[in-house]
Structure formats: C-alpha cells, structure tokens
C-alpha cells in the first residue's frame, strides 16, 4: 500500500515559515494536483514528500513508514522535473536503466523493465539517441519512462508540462492521464495551471501562501469552492466577483441593480451582511444563448462594452455592480460593442461569500 | 562593386590580417624552437642567417647530458622538479577547486559571498609581492630550497582560480540532475560522481590545465625560493645558462622547448574540453 499522509508539516527557511502546518492525506493509487500560484507552496511540499527538502515540522508517512529522516533514495518514490533533469551524458536506455542500475539490478532484470517502459511510452525507436537529439515531448516521455521503470510506490511530477508548447502540452496530459490508468500508482502532481489540475485530478488541492484552502474532487472544487480564491482559481474564464450587499431578500449590487437571494442560499445570509456574489461566465448568458436556462434565473440588461467570438461561443465584456463582469454567449451571434442585452443569470449556480472573511456562506 | 566580390575581398583581407597577427605573435616563439635546433655559431653568425643550414638534437643531447658536447647545467633534476612541483600542486588545487568551487554552487552558508569575494581578491595581488614575505616565512620553517615549499606556494596561488572557475562550471549543471539521481536511489556522494562530475569535466579540465601551465611556467617566485637542483624548476634553469660573459643562446632554447612541449601536448589533448569548457553551455536537460 503507498498512501502518502502529511501530518501538520512545516517548512521554514531560516526565520520564514513558508509552510504552515498543512495536513493531507492521499489514498493508495489516487492522482492528487496540488495546484496554487506561485509561491504558494506547492513544489516546496512536493519537494519534502520526495524528501529533497527536509521538513521543519510534522511527519510524513509513505505508507507505513515515517519518511521525515529518510534521504529521497530510501523513499521509493520517483520524481519528473520541470526541465526533465535528464542524463544528458547518457543514452535514452542508460537514463531510463540508471536507477535500477544502481539499485545492482541484473542485467536481465533492467532489460526487461527498460523494454517494458520503453513499450508503455512510445519510446522504443529512441533508445540510442542523446536527450540533447530528442524534441520536447520526447524528453517529457523519458523522464515519465524513469520514473515507472522502478515500480516506485509513488510517482511525483513538478509542474512536468510547462516547459512545453501549448498543443503539446493537451497532448502529454492525455498521456499522464492513460499513463496513470496503465500503471496504478499513487500521484502527486503540482502545477499552477487550473486546467491540468481539472482535468488529471481525482482529488484537487487548492493551496495558497502556505495554507491548504480547500481540498476536493475537481467536481467540488468547480461547484463548490468554500472561497473567493478558489472561486477565482479554478475555472477558466475565472468567476465574476461581485461586490454586494444582503437586503430584505435581494442581493443588492454596488451599482443598484439587484437579483434576489438564491433560494439554495437564503437561510445562510441576514439582512445587512456584506457579501461577494459570485457567477461564472458560462452561468451569465443572454436570453436564447444559454445552455442551462432552468431553474431560479434573474434577468439583468446589460451593456455589452466587448465581444469575443471563440467560435462555439463569445465571451461578452460587460459591467456588473460597477465592476467589469464577464459573460458567456453559446450558439453566438454577431454582437457590436455598445449593444445592450437581456442576460439571465442563473441563480442556481450563484455563490454568495461573506465580505470580510472572502468564506463561502454555506460553512 | 558586386557584393560577391566585395564580401570576397572582405574576406581575403581578413585572411592576411590575420596571418600577419598570427606572424607577430607566434614569430618570437618559433625563433626560439628554431634556435634549439641549430648549433650556437650559426645563432650567432653575423651577418644573421634566417634559414637554417644545420638542423640536429645536438642542443638536447647536451643539455640531457649525452653526446660528445656536455655541459654543466642537471636539465633532467629541473625537469624532474618541475614535473613533480607542477603535478602536485595541481592535483591539490583540483581536488580543493572541486570541493570548493561545488560547495559555492550548491550550498548555504554563512559569509559565503564575502568567502569569495575574499578568494578573488587574493587573486588581485601580483605573484612576485608576495615573494618577500612567503621568503621570511620560509627560511624561518625551513621550507627554501624545497619542493614542498614550491607546491605549498603554487596550491595557494592556483586555488582561487580553480575555485571560481569550477564554481562557475557546476552552478552551470541544473541541481535538479542531482536530486534526480538521489531521487533514482543515489546518495549524494554517488550522484555527485556520476552525474554532476562528468557534466562539470569539461570545465574540472580546463581548471587543471590553467593550474598547471601556471605552475610550470612560473618565474618569479621560483626564482627566489629556490636555490639547488633540490628544488629549481626549468624556468629558473633557464638562467643557468647566462654565465658572466657569454649567453649559450642555442642551449637555452633548447630548454625553453622542453618547456614549451609538455605544455603544447597537454593543450591539444584537451583541446576539446578546453574549447567545451570555456564555452560550457551545450548541455541542457
């Protein structure tokens, strides 16, 4: 069994704590992405799990064992760099046979796991060339092969796709996540990038400053994030963040306009409070362009001050509250600039967070 | 003009000056490889004879000790200390220079820029000032006229230099190729030996080269610490050959080509390395 559990782990460098005693705990097999902007901890706790960091407080078990004074050798985890850290004096073969070799495996024994690694990735017509005559993708996919030729309990991956051009990077998502499904093994993969974490993730971690903000299925997270930074992480166009405020069942907004409390949400506000409406794009569309125009809906009329078409859809720039407020138009059609419009937002998808904390209001 | 023929031109020009840049510079060292092989009357002749007419190892035999013709002077004990004196004090300055120039790109310390910029600001005081003082210290324990003495002074002289030189050859290797070998089940010893090492080699040999041509061609210092065939190197020889009236020119540029040769085999053994490490930057993960 290798579940990976954080136990209020801690890093500080010299007098800066820029870990603040987080708990995590991963299942046996499961893909975990800690996701976050930068400077929010994420490789620094990537880094500790694999051991090249040492922690300052709290423990860390990979499976049974308390790894927190094990060096990363004793871990049998393994890792894929953000600039691959491939060999570059070794053939494709020798780096994808270099940890075995020095665990003394047999010269048998290496044969068969590199051939077997080499199969998995696509890799077998490359293995005598130099990582220096290999593209992109084709060094992305040895640092992958490095990593399952052990067997390792876990695999780490630090932000392995950002160093790619963006086609390429759709690509080797898809072959992190068949990869996965081929070699059952627990994963631990950072990345700042929403949309990785999304779409690779059985469970997504949010993690800001230092701190874990929430910890969910990417399902969750997407539709229930617990607050205005994670409302405004995940998703892409991010979400509109209203500032308004709770009276007499209407959520009034700073420019006057109101749409009332959404039912959902109506015994978790008082009169009076101070919140942030929060809708994304895609819930804020106008009349005869939605896709999910059931259920409590408000209508506002809203001056369009930019419209981008993306093909299946436009993205419509407006003002909400007096602030810049982005829509979604699906099925579009021609919109100028100054047209004003009928939008629905559908309060049903809406999320109320309260002003001061920035905490959704159903905690 | 028709470009063709103006970048034509261009180039031929180019071509001469540098020939004739080349000429200034290398004249001076091919007059002496020259004079080695010729006997001293023609060297001297006047009016001066620009080709040679008699071309042997005379001059060597000489100076070696062989042959009809012998003269005073023990080439082979400088040779010998010079080998010794040069080989040593870089083979300690490239284990320092490794240890120090990896431990300023790797690690945290305390003081470590004032550490360095105390290490090149060594660098900045000439040679020969420092030759009164290390004399005194010297005489005091013992150390003149020895070859210890000679190694221990060429060590400190070269260290900064390997140092820094190294230090820039190792940041230059990504520290993740490191982590990524002690993640493969290295321990950082071995990770060092068999990935950053041969990564930074190129660099560790140019570092070796420049300590030791420093150490073999040194005159200065040499020439005040030593005093005998116990422990006088082939530069300081060299002067062995001025006597009060006469100069053995032939003799002498014999024995400059001695210590040309060593230093011209070793630059184009390494050539390679040395063209990669001073334009170190082809490796990327």
């Known amino acids: 069994m290798s579940e990976i559990k954080l136990t209020n782990v801690v890093k500080r460098y010299g007098r800066v704590e820029v870990v603040h005693g987080i708990n995590l705990e991963i299942a046996h097999n499961e893909f975990v992405v800690l996701v976050g902007p930068s400077g929010c901890g994420k490789s620094t706790t990537l880094r500790m799990i ?89 060094r992305q996919r040895v640092a992958m092969g490095r990593a399952i030729v052990r067997h390792p309990e876990a695999f780490l991956f630090d932000e392995p796709l950002s160093n790619l051009d ?37 469970r997504i971690v949010v993690m800001k400053d ?103 859809e436009t993205l419509l720039y407006t003002q909400l509250g007096g602030q810049d407020a982005l829509g979604k138009m699906f099925d579009p059609r021609d919109v100028a600039a100054g047209e004003t419009l009928r939008f629905r937002l559908s309060l049903d998808k809406a999320h109320l967070f309260d002003a001061t904390s920035g905490k959704s209001v159903r905690l | 003009m028709s470009g063709p023929l103006k970048r034509r031109i261009v180039a031929v020009a180019t071509w001469i000056g540098t020939f004739l840049l080349m000429l200034v510079i290398c004249l001076p060292g091919l ?77 945290r310390f305390p003081f470590k820029d004032s550490i360095f910029l105390g290490l090149m600001l060594s660098r900045t005081v000439p040679g ?71 990564l930074a080699k190129s660099g560790i040999a140019s570092a070796g080269i420049f300590a030791f041509l420093t150490s073999w061609n040194e005159y200065a210092l040499a020439s005040q610490l030593t005093r005998s065939t116990d422990s006088k190197t082939l530069p300081v020889g060299l002067m062995d050959f001025t006597a009060q009236f006469t100069i053995d020119w032939a003799g002498m540029s014999a024995m400059a080509v001695i210590i040309i040769i060593p230093a011209l085999i070793l630059t184009f053994l390494v050539q390679k390395h040395l063209i990669a490490g001073l334009t170190f930057g082809g490796v990327k993960g």
């Open chain 1, 166 to 202: 963006a086609k390429l990077r759709v690509q080797m998502r898809t072959e992190i996540k068949k990869l996965h499904s081929k070699v059952k093994t627990t994963v631990v993969y950072v990345t700042h990038d929403q949309v990785e974490a999304m779409t690779l993730a059985d």
């Open chain 2, 31 to 107: 007059w002496v490889m020259l004079t080695g092989f010729r006997p001293n009357r023609e060297v001297l002749a006047k009016p001066a004879i620009w080709i040679p007419e008699q071309f042997n190892l005379n001059n060597f035999a000489k100076i070696f000790g062989f042959g009809a013709e012998q003269i005073a002077i023990p080439v082979p004990a400088y040779f010998t200390n010079s080998l010794v004196i040069a080989l040593t004090s870089t083979a300690i300055a490239l284990i320092i220079g490794m240890s120090g120039g990896y431990a300023f790109a790797r690690f």
């Open chain 1, 50 to 138: 694999a051991g090249l960091e040492e922690i300052s407080d709290g423990e860390i078990h990979i499976g049974d064992a308390l790894v927190n004074d094990l060096p990363p050798r004793k871990r049998n985890i393994s890792m894929v760099f953000q600039n691959y850290a491939l060999y570059p004096h070794m053939s494709v073969r020798e780096n994808l046979g270099f940890g075995l070799k020095i665990a003394k495996q047999s010269e048998a024994m290496i044969e068969e796991r590199v051939g077997e690694a080499a199969e998995i990735l696509g890799l077998s017509e490359l293995m005598d060339r130099t990582p220096a005559e290999l593209s992109g993708g084709q």
């Open chain 1, 210 to 312: 230092g701190y874990i903000e929430q910890v969910g299925t990417p399902m969750e997270v997407f539709n229930h994030p617990v607050n205005t930074f994670v409302a405004s992480f995940i998703g892409s166009p991010p979400m509109n963040l209203i500032p308004a405020r709770v009276e007499s069942g209407k959520v009034k907004l700073a420019d006057g306009a109101s749409v009332p409390v959404p039912n959902r949400l109506a015994d978790k506000v008082r009169d009076g409070q101070d919140v942030i409406f929060g809708l994304r794009p895609d819930d804020m569309t106008p009349e005869g362009h939605g896709i999910n125009d059931t259920g409590q809906v408000a209508t506002l009329e809203l001056t369009v001050d930019l419209a981008e078409l993306l093909g299946t």
């Open chain 2, 128 to 198: 020969i000032a420092l030759s009164l003082p290390v004399f005194m210290i010297w005489s005091r324990i013992g150390l003149i006229d020895t070859k210890l003495g000679m190694i221990i002074v060429y060590t400190a002289l070269n260290i900064p230099f390997t140092i820094w030189l190294i230090d820039g050859f190792f940041r230059q290797v990504p520290k993740e190729m490191s982590e990524a070998a002690q993640v493969d089940g290295c321990t950082r010893w071995q990770a060092f030996w068999k990935v950053e090492f041969p």
